[in-house]
């Protein structure tokens, strides 16, 4: 299995910028699909954005599509987002998600492995 620890998050104003980490080992990570979801307070979680296992297509959801930008380093086996034009709504604690098998990249259930989050905080 893969172990899985985001790191990046904190507090930025409304507008700012983060970026998030996601450290892996354990196993090969060139074999995994990588996706990062969000849980925000009150909220279920839900998908954020997914790259397949050589990093060639990405996939976001519409509401952080054009601000934030998923990519990987397979030879360093992290998967970063970097978050640009924050808005309040980001708030949340972000997780990444490892799985050698998706078929809907967008679906919880599809990744075996998590780590144990990050809290992302943007003030207006």
């Known amino acids: 299995q893969v172990q899985l620890v985001e790191s990046g998050g904190g507090l930025v104003q409304a507008g700012g910028s983060l970026r998030l980490s996601c450290a892996a080992s354990?196993?090969?990570?060139?074999?995994?699909?990588m996706a990062w979801f969000r849980q925000g307070p009150g909220k279920e979680r839900e998908f954020v954005a997914a790259i397949t296992r050589t990093g060639s297509s990405t996939f976001y959801a519409d509401s952080v599509k054009d601000r934030f930008t998923i990519s990987r380093d397979n030879v360093k086996s992290t998967v970063i987002l970097q978050m640009n034009s924050l808005k309040p709504e980001d708030t949340a604690v972000y997780y990444c998600?490892?799985?050698?098998?998706?078929?809907?990249?967008?679906?919880?259930?599809?990744?075996?492995?998590w780590g144990q989050g990050t809290q992302v905080t943007v003030s207006s």
């Open positions: 998600a490892a799985s050698t098998v998706v078929t809907d990249v967008a679906g919880e259930d599809q990744y075996a492995y």
């Open positions: 354990g196993r090969t990570f060139s074999n995994y699909h």
